[in-house]
């Protein structure tokens, strides 16, 4: 194999997975699907605007696009698939995104999950106006964003409630 | 990790940095990977190999150093969002890109892409920074308004490595102010920084896209510091217009499908004119 090539461990949703003779210059957002078939981030863009391959890097959305895969072998990555518990339940952010049909096509719904759950983590009790003020890093082409609204302030309001 | 290997080197020091840059001297230093990769992906760049400055974490993270604060080169743009001390770099970074590109991004790629609409330009040159460039024969130091030579080239040199940026703290109003064609994720048709300084009752002005480089506007610093009364903190207003029209009329921007120059010039005038109005009481 040519060492153009190389091969590496991925922690990818609580599992380490063996990334086998990927290009050096691969993204993780091609790791992730083409070797891994980890296939909840999207490829949109390709420059990261439109978020739709969104993932939690330790912690932090970011866009799989855009990060070298091999550099990230020492990190935490967390894909929608991964947020939920072990049995495969769905969120509670999850589950408003089908309650509110916050879905149409779907392309961009991981990502906008992803980054709205860490967002809904640093901002509890965010109303509909920090919402649309801090998620501007998810593109959404059809739905004209007021259900994803609806869905991510539903969960907000709930969780503060329960909270408070 | 992965020090050996021929095309991908991820040291965790700067020696080690270093020395896989003098081993694989064709090599791109990529950090946060935001600049690089869309080239990648889009053909436009072919790097042989990658020096990752992701887990380096001496280049990371900001400190005080004096009368300075000193921001590691891949320190991520998020870093810079609470920075009390260079409130100008903190208003650059905050309408840097999206959240998740703020994750990623570095102080350290933005100088380094060295392109004129890239946010934090204007204001390093408006807070009279300097870069720190690291070497085998050690580290010197190059004010950042003499770094950039053109588009996306520097006074980097073979074998060494942007590590730091030098952001002296300065008492007195600072901010940054762009336009675009939104108000979310654009990139700069124009922009600009403004650093009063108080002390030296001086005031200093970085243009974004007013030349191929980001660049300083002295006419217009000179007027408007010369008209200032620092005592009541003013400006008359036909001040503030005359110090905004040298700016604009000293400007050279690029003429692009983003923009005119013609337009750019305007926009560098307004946004000067912006800038002083809320630094002073005009």
């Known amino acids: 194999m040519s060492d153009e090539r190389l091969s590496y461990d991925l922690r990818v949703d609580g599992a380490t997975r063996h990334v086998a003779d990927a290009w ?9 699907r083409e070797h891994l078939g980890v296939t909840g981030p999207k490829h949109g863009c390709g420059h990261g605007r439109c978020g739709a391959c969104t993932v939690l890097v330790d912690g932090e959305p970011q866009c799989a696009c855009l990060l070298l895969a091999a550099t990230a072998a020492d990190s935490e990555i967390t894909t929608v ?5 072990p049995d495969d339940a769905l969120t509670d952010l999850q589950a408003a995104f089908v309650e509110h049909n916050a879905v149409q096509c779907g392309y961009c719904t991981p990502g906008f999950i992803v980054a709205a759950e860490r967002f809904l983590e640093e901002h509890p ?4 106006d920090d919402i649309r003020r801090h998620l501007y890093g998810n593109l959404c082409r059809c739905t004209g964003y007021t259900k994803i609204v609806d869905a991510i302030a539903a969960v907000a309001a709930r969780r503060s409630a329960a909270d408070g | 990790m992965l020090l050996d290997h021929r095309y ?11 020395a896989a840059l003098q081993a694989r001297p064709d090599a791109r230093v990529i950090a946060g990977g935001t600049e690089l990769m869309p080239d ?5 760049k072919h790097p042989t190999g990658f020096v990752s400055l992701r887990k380096v974490g001496a280049l990371r993270g900001v ?4 009368p300075a604060l000193v921001v590691g080169a891949a320190t991520p743009i998020v870093d810079l969002l609470d920075l009390p001390e260079a409130p100008a770099l903190a208003a650059a970074a905050a309408s840097l890109g999206t959240p998740q590109v703020r994750n990623q991004a570095t102080a350290g790629g933005n100088v380094m892409s060295a392109l004129p609409f890239r946010n934090l330009l204007p204001a390093l040159v408006a807070l009279d920074a300097e870069v720190e460039l690291a070497s085998a024969d050690g580290t010197r130091r190059v004010p950042y308004r003499d770094f950039t030579l053109a588009p996306g080239a520097t006074r980097l040199a073979d074998g060494e490595v942007l590590a730091a940026l030098r952001v002296p703290v300065v008492d007195g109003f600072q901010s940054y102010v762009k336009v675009g064609r939104r108000n979310a994720q654009f990139v700069a048709v124009s922009s600009a920084a403004l650093v009063v300084d108080d002390r030296a009752r001086a005031l200093r002005i970085g243009l974004g896209n007013a030349a191929r480089i980001p660049v300083r506007a002295p006419a217009a610093e000179a007027f408007a510091a010369a008209h200032a009364d620092w005592e009541a903190r003013t400006l008359a207003a036909d001040a503030a217009a005359e110090a905004a029209r040298l700016a604009a ?4 921007p690029p003429d692009d499908p983003i ?7 305007h926009a560098t005038g307004v946004l000067v004119r912006r800038l002083l109005e809320r630094a002073f009481d005009v």
């Not at chain 1, 050096?24 to 091609?30: E, R, W």
């Not at chain 1, 698939?81 to 518990?85: P, T």
């Not at chain 2, 400190?63 to 004096?66: A, K, Q």
């Not at chain 2, 923009?259 to 010039?265: F, L, P």
Request: negative net charge; without cysteine.
């Open chain 1, 24 to 32: 050096y210059f691969d993204s993780l957002l091609t790791v992730l």
């Open chain 1, 81 to 85: 698939a991964g947020l939920g518990a």
């Open chain 2, 249 to 252: 009329a000293d400007a050279d």
């Open chain 2, 8 to 18: 991908v080197a991820i040291p965790e020091t700067l020696s080690e940095v270093l």
């Open chain 1, 125 to 128: 009790g965010a109303t509909e």
């Open chain 2, 259 to 265: 923009a005119s120059a013609a337009y750019r010039r």
């Open chain 2, 63 to 66: 400190r005080r150093d004096g």
């Open chain 2, 40 to 44: 990648l992906l889009a053909g436009r």
